[in-house]
């Protein structure tokens, strides 16, 4: 399959004054032309600020400090303000938010929301931009969209806002969708609705997704590779049934083994210890004071992510000796 998104050695840190913040330390994934790929990680691993830094979001005090974003032949961090706005954000790449409700105006109505997207970036009259917006009410199966149209946010139940936020997204056909957290909040029936949605929308649609979750079942459900990430690193790439089959890294294990299981009476195990402070992060394998099989060198050498396997990379040291 044909790259579509390439991210090289990004880095993104908040400078507070209570010290350096490394949110997104050297992270590099790929994304392929109409594939689907999964962003996972615990909470303050890095996953939105890696999705906000591709898109050049990164408000002070942060900064992006290092890297490249390449994606259609263009390096996006190197492009101007009004390029990102004109030909990426919106367009080329959109952006699904957390927390729908509060990611739409309040006191616009629902249909003059979408609208306005599609004439900010497409040379459209009022009429044809309400008409575009009914129509992705309709793709992202709306029932009775027209009166969905004139509904305010309030008004509307959070699964209906979430799909709202799709159609928005989608609406000037991106090429690459961003979905942060999308069932985040949802009862698990409406999750699944949106789930299914989501798949159904990436064969109608043909745009790549880059979804960013902590639920490894909705990854498991839905994507085709999986990048795990800790304390803002890459820890594990590769396709999904071959990483939940075969976890080459002990973190990825032990989220796997951390999803209650229902032929053991929905026993788990915790990960024992808590994510490090990303302003301090452990010398070596950030992920060494909480592993079990940790060596003396993942104590003081930190492993580079490199390939074990076609298709499969790992920042393990003693994955990387064993070569799987």
Do not use: W
């Not at 952006?95 to 109505?109: A, H, I």
């Not at 580079?304 to 920042?315: F, K, M, Y």
């Amino acid at each position: 399959m044909t790259c579509l998104l390439e991210v090289r050695d990004l880095t993104t840190h908040f400078f507070l004054r209570r010290g350096v913040v490394r949110a997104v330390d050297s992270v590099s994934f790929t994304v392929a032309e109409n594939e689907m790929v999964g962003l996972v990680g615990e909470s303050g691993s890095g996953k939105s600020v890696t999705a906000l830094s591709i898109l050049r979001l990164i408000q002070p005090p942060g900064r992006i400090v290092s890297g490249e974003v390449h994606f259609q032949g263009r390096d996006l961090l190197q492009l101007p303000e009004t390029e990102m706005n004109r030909s990426v954000r919106g367009q080329a790449i959109s952006m699904v938010f957390q927390n729908p409700r509060s990611c739409l105006n309040p006191v616009l109505n629902v249909g003059t929301q979408i609208s306005r997207v599609y004439r900010a970036h497409r040379r459209a009259s009022s009429a044809d931009a309400h008409l575009r917006a009914l129509e992705y009410l309709k793709l992202v199966q709306i029932p009775d969209p027209d009166r969905v149209m004139k509904r305010y946010p309030h008004q509307l139940s959070g699964g209906m806002c979430q799909r709202v936020m799709i159609a928005m997204a989608l609406i000037c056909e991106p090429v690459l969708l961003i979905a942060d957290e999308p069932t985040t909040g949802l009862d698990v029936t409406v999750q699944g609705q949106i789930l299914k949605l989501m798949r159904d929308l990436r064969e109608q649609t043909q745009a790549a997704q880059l979804l960013i979750t902590h639920d490894l079942g909705v990854v498991a459900e839905t994507c085709d590779r999986v990048v795990v990430m800790y304390c803002g690193r890459v820890m594990e790439v590769g396709p999904v049934q071959d990483v939940f089959a075969r976890p080459a890294h002990a973190y990825t294990a032990a989220l796997l083994h951390s999803v209650p299981d229902v032929r053991k009476d929905f026993r788990t195990r915790t990960i024992p210890g808590s994510v490090p402070d990303p302003r301090d992060p452990p010398p070596g394998c950030r992920f060494h004071p909480r592993c079990d099989g940790c060596t003396d060198i993942c104590r003081v050498e930190e492993p580079p992510l490199v390939e074990i396997h076609p298709g499969r990379q790992v920042a393990c040291h003693r994955r990387v000796q064993s070569r799987y």
